[in-house]
T-cell receptor, first 114, second 117 residues
Framework: DTEVTQTPKHLVMGMTNKKSLKCEQH?????MYWYKQKAKKPPELMFV???????INESVPSRFSPECPNSSLLNLHLHALQPEDSALYLC?????????????FGPGTRLLVL | AQTVTQSQPEMSVQEAETVTLSCTYD???????LFWYKQPPSRQMILVIR??????QNATENRFSVNFQKAAKSFSLKISDSQLGDAAMYFC??????????????FGQGTILTVHP
């Protein structure tokens, strides 16, 4: 099973709302990633968790709050977002976070902030 | 810091023909990895092929092969016998070496490939 699942597929939220994105993998991977992708652009890394600890935070605004409750699950909590935060949010996982590893991506959550 | 450049924003190919997508990168390392990822419209990004810099031999995966020129820092992707399902955005990627961004993928800007029947 090489699948990374993400829910919801689509999300529309107002600037005062609080919502969460969920990502799950059952490949036994110990590294999980959040990316933000604008249309026709490459993904931009936001956060990396390695062995359930936050190892990289790419200076992401605090209105994005990641959480890794266990090695299979990754959440991204959203609060007081701005319209420019509208994008495709991708989750990915890899074996341990080594640079030689393939990253496996989920289908993404398409977020629209009104 | 590493940089990855894809100079072709868009490419097109006829079904069954061959197309080559370009990628150049800048690094001071001698040992590293390079990846090509494919992102079809509204579908998941998946690995196409991976190259280890210390290996002289170019990587191949079925219809996909790379032309890895280490001295020129070039890593192009050749797709043979193109199929309609190859239509996608293709990203070249370089994983960072060390420091606080270890393993972080530096992506090129991407090339949109259109396949004509």
């Amino acid at each position: 099973d090489t699948e990374v699942t993400q829910t919801p597929k689509h999300l529309v939220m107002g600037m005062t709302n609080k919502k969460s994105l969920k990502c799950e993998q059952h490949m036994g991977h110990r590294a999980m990633y959040w990316y933000k992708q604008k249309a026709k652009k490459p993904p931009e890394l936001m956060f990396v968790y390695s062995y359930e600890k936050l190892s990289i935070n790419e200076s992401v605004p605090s209105r994005f709050s990641p959480e890794c409750p266990n090695s299979s699950l990754l959440n991204l909590h959203l609060h007081a977002l701005q319209p420019e935060d509208s994008a495709l949010y991708l989750c990915a996982s890899s074996q341990e976070g080594s640079r030689r590893e393939t990253q496996y991506f989920g289908p993404g959550t398409r977020l629209l902030v009104l | 810091a590493q940089t990855v450049t894809q100079s072709q924003p868009e490419m097109s190919v006829q079904e069954a023909e061959t197309v080559t997508l370009s990628c150049t990168y800048d690094t001071s390392e001698s040992d590293y990895y390079l990846f090509w990822y494919k992102q079809p419209p509204s579908r998941q990004m998946i690995l196409v092929i991976r190259q280890e810099a210390y290996k002289q031999q170019n990587a191949t995966e079925n219809r996909f092969s790379v032309n890895f020129q280490k001295a020129a820092k070039s890593f192009s992707l050749k797709i043979s016998d193109s199929q309609l399902g190859d239509a996608a955005m293709y990203f070249c990627a370089y994983p960072n070496a060390g420091g606080t961004s270890y393993g972080k993928l530096t992506f090129g800007q991407g090339t949109i490939l259109t396949v004509h029947p």
